[in-house]
């Protein structure tokens, strides 16, 4: 190894290949692959017959095995005298033909449009760190100018970003089409020391008239088909994901990491969206896995891509455990793409994933293809739209794991996350319960009709944090006969489907509801595909959270009974995804709890995976609040925090929590003796494994 460059500087020192070739001696150094691997492309592009500018030569084999295959009009150069004497040395018997010329590839003696081709491996490479990249300048100038019309620089390069967008800036400027193909190792052919970025040949055809539009593509291999680029940055984008893949490709095959999560995005290759996203999840060492369990891909059902099992890391690990394979590829199917079968899927992926299999395992073996139930699950578009505040959306209905169907809401800036979701019913069913209870007009139907063929069963909590939001309740002692008939006044900043406040207004006597919601389009979301209704006892302000609580504290005379803090944070960069920052500050902390009654409750939903930034946070909501209890939710990185105003005692607050909560679960099953009409909480449940902060 003590041959290679130690900078990419000394790639262009003549001194440094001086030095190479007398110490490499008579060993050739196939720098940047031999025959056989370019023999695919170098046939395609440069005829038998054609004069051959072989630029920077080296001791390669390459321009000898060219040759003994009928290749007979070759001129090579090269800058190292040894080098040159060398080679003409090493063929001066076999080959007489083959010559040898020691010539700067900058400043040439050939004359003009002399050459039909002009074959280059690694050279370009070499010289573009020289002086801030003029001689590589000089040199294609110089390539350009001995190359007929019609004539091709074939140049094998590692594609370093500066490198290849000197030439291909180069050659479009002179009117040229420029194609690059990118060549990968077969399995089981790449070595230890290898380089881990692939292969390029860049192809830039002379025309004698410059075209009006570039003509840029690129290629996997040697015969794969063309992809046309609409600019150069395209292109170099398009090279930077081809060696980012193949990065990751050598780093699988080569070793197995358990902890590292490795990912990857493939796309459609007509359309360039992403189609699957691929992660590989590693066993951990020791771990005893049959010998055949080598390697599986598992398909998530289509709408399961947010479930903790796929989405998380600990859930991966889990799902590998269970499947007892050495390497788990956890595959996800995207939004806007359309998938046959699992067959079909299978077809598509089979030629891609054996890339990204351990170390060791033959290139024969099956690789069994899993899946819950052998399906691919079923996700259906109903809507898309644009909100200026969060970008695009789109509102979905899925089929889940456990049968039901469900709706929901995704922006797409963050399509990891699910903003709402609601379990759908049949219409029909929701219909019959209706002209049954025709008299209980009071008691609002779970069922609220969409359109034809479904409705939101408003009774159902999709989200467990909003579950234990609403068994929260219990520490206002709602549900017990003292307090059964009192109001309950709420306020909940965060509308999204609107899901948690009509469940609220619903089941809930006695209850009126306050929602803020900054973005009028989630509340036009949230009335036309999740059935949200307001009404006298649930109305809806629009603006910013923050400036209404401040606005109320300042008014003052309203008080309430609840506020709640269900509201996302749009900046992706901070380990806190939601409430935003602000709405945890020491002020407006202290304004929340001068807006609640003496017996009023503080509710935060709390996501947040800096564990430094959890504790600030927890220290500001103590200085403020008295009483907290916090309940962390199963396989989920959210939290619920129930905030007291009142200061309760510690050693008598969870046992008092138990019978609190029986009370409020038989005021939320009262009179209402049809199924559809019961909401589907368990409330002691939602307060198991409560923590005193």
């Known amino acids: 190894m003590s041959l290679l460059p130690r900078t990419a500087e000394e790639f262009?020192?003549?001194?440094?290949?001086?030095?190479?070739?007398?110490?490499?001696?008579?060993?050739?150094?196939?720098?940047?692959?031999?025959?056989?691997?370019?023999?695919?492309?170098?046939?395609?592009?440069?005829?038998?017959?054609?004069?051959?500018?072989?630029?920077?030569?080296?001791n390669s084999e390459l321009s000898e095995q060219l040759y003994d295959v009928g290749y007979k009009h070759l001129t090579n150069i090269d800058i190292s005298e040894t080098v040159v004497a060398h080679m003409n040395q090493r063929n001066a018997e076999r080959r007489p033909d083959l010559t040898f010329h020691q010539v700067d590839a900058t400043q040439t003696?050939?004359?003009?449009?002399?050459?039909?081709a002009a074959l280059d491996k690694g050279t370009l490479d070499a010289v573009a760190s020289e002086e801030e990249g003029a001689l590589a300048r000089r040199m294609i100038a110089e390539v350009s100018r001995v190359l007929r019309v019609g004539g091709r620089y074939v140049c094998v390069t590692l594609a370093q970003e500066s490198v290849i967008k000197l030439a291909v800036d180069h050659f479009v400027q002179l009117g040229c089409a420029v194609r690059l193909h990118c060549l990968q190792e077969e399995r089981g052919k790449e070595e230890e020391d290898a380089f881990a970025l692939p292969v390029f040949v860049l192809i830039c055809t002379k025309f004698r008239q410059p075209m009006p539009t570039p003509i840029l593509e690129m290629c996997i291999g040697d015969d794969g088909a063309p992809v046309r680029h609409t600019g150069v940055c395209e292109l170099l984008s398009a090279v930077r994901e081809y060696q980012g893949y193949s990065v990751l490709r050598k780093r699988l095959r080569t070793s197995t990491d358990p902890s590292s999560n490795l990912c990857l995005t493939l796309c459609d290759a007509k359309a360039g969206l992403p189609r699957y996203t691929l992660t590989v999840q590693d066993c951990p060492p020791g771990a005893k896995v049959p010998r055949p369990n080598q390697f599986a891909i598992f398909i998530v059902p289509r709408g399961s891509e947010t479930a903790w099992l796929y989405s998380s890391t600990e859930g991966r690990r889990q799902l590998a455990a269970s499947a007892n394979f050495r390497r788990l590829v956890v595959v996800s199917m995207h939004r806007n793409q359309e998938y046959t079968d699992m067959q079909a899927v299978q077809s598509e992926l089979s030629p891609v994933v054996m890339d990204l299999a351990p170390p060791g395992m033959p290139t024969n073996q099956q690789v069994p293809f899993l899946s819950v139930g052998g399906g691919l699950g079923w996700r259906e578009e109903v809507s898309r739209g644009v909100s200026q505040l969060s970008g695009e959306y789109c509102v979905e209905n899925?089929?889940?794991?456990?049968g039901e169907l469900y709706r929901r809401l995704v922006f797409l800036s963050n399509i990891s996350l699910v903003q709402s979701e609601s379990r759908l019913v049949s219409s029909t069913t929701a219909s019959s319960h209706k002209k049954k209870n025709k008299k209980k007009t009071k008691a609002a139907s779970t069922a609220v009709t969409l359109s034809a063929g479904v409705s939101v069963d408003s009774g159902f909590l999709c989200c467990a944090h909003h579950e234990v939001m609403v068994a929260g309740l219990s520490m206002l002692g709602v549900g017990t006969p003292q307090n059964k008939d009192d109001p309950v006044s709420v306020i909940l900043v965060g509308l999204g489907g609107g899901g948690l406040p009509q469940f609220l207004r619903d089941f809930v006597p006695n209850a009126t509801v306050e929602v803020v919601e900054l973005d009028p389009v989630v509340l036009e979301v949230a009335k036309e595909w999740f059935g949200f209704r307001p009404d006298d006892r649930l109305t809806v302000t629009l603006?910013?959270?923050?400036?209404?609580?401040?606005?109320?504290?300042?008014?003052?005379?309203?008080?309430?009974?609840?506020?709640?803090?269900?509201?996302?944070?749009?900046?992706?960069?901070?380990?806190?995804?939601?409430?935003?920052?602000?709405?945890?500050?020491?002020?407006?902390?202290?304004?929340?709890?001068?807006?609640?009654?003496?017996?009023?409750?503080?509710?935060?939903?709390?996501?947040?995976?800096d564990p430094v930034l959890r504790k600030n946070v927890l220290e500001r909501v103590r200085s403020v609040f008295p009483t907290i209890l916090s309940r962390k939710i199963a396989?989920?990185?959210?939290?619920?925090?129930?905030?007291?105003?009142?200061?309760?005692?510690?050693?008598?607050?969870?046992?008092?929590?138990?019978?609190?909560?029986?009370?409020?679960?038989?005021?939320?099953?009262?009179?209402?003796?049809?199924?559809?009409?019961?909401p589907h909480i368990d409330i002691a449940e939602m307060l198991e494994n409560l923590k005193i902060e």
């Open 12 to 58: 262009s020192s003549a001194d440094y290949w001086e030095r190479f070739f007398k110490k490499r001696g008579e060993r050739a150094f196939e720098w940047y692959g031999d025959y056989n691997k370019l023999c695919g492309i170098l046939h395609k592009y440069i005829k038998l017959q054609d004069k051959v500018l072989v630029v920077g030569c080296g």
């Open 109 to 116: 003696p050939y004359e003009d449009a002399s050459f039909q």
């Open 398 to 402: 899925v089929r889940g794991e456990d």
């Open 543 to 609: 603006g910013d959270g923050l400036e209404r609580i401040c606005s109320l504290e300042k008014e003052g005379g309203h008080l309430f009974d609840v506020i709640m803090f269900d509201v996302d944070n749009k900046d992706s960069s901070l380990g806190m995804s939601c409430p935003p920052a602000g709405f945890v500050e020491t002020p407006v902390l202290q304004k929340v709890f001068n807006l609640l009654t003496p017996r009023g409750l503080f509710i935060l939903n709390l996501v947040c995976r």
């Open 635 to 678: 396989e989920e990185i959210n939290e619920v925090l129930l905030c007291s105003r009142e200061e309760k005692d510690a050693a008598h607050i969870l046992p008092s929590m138990s019978q609190a909560a029986k009370n409020f679960q038989s005021m939320l099953s009262a009179d209402r003796t049809k199924p559809k009409q019961r």
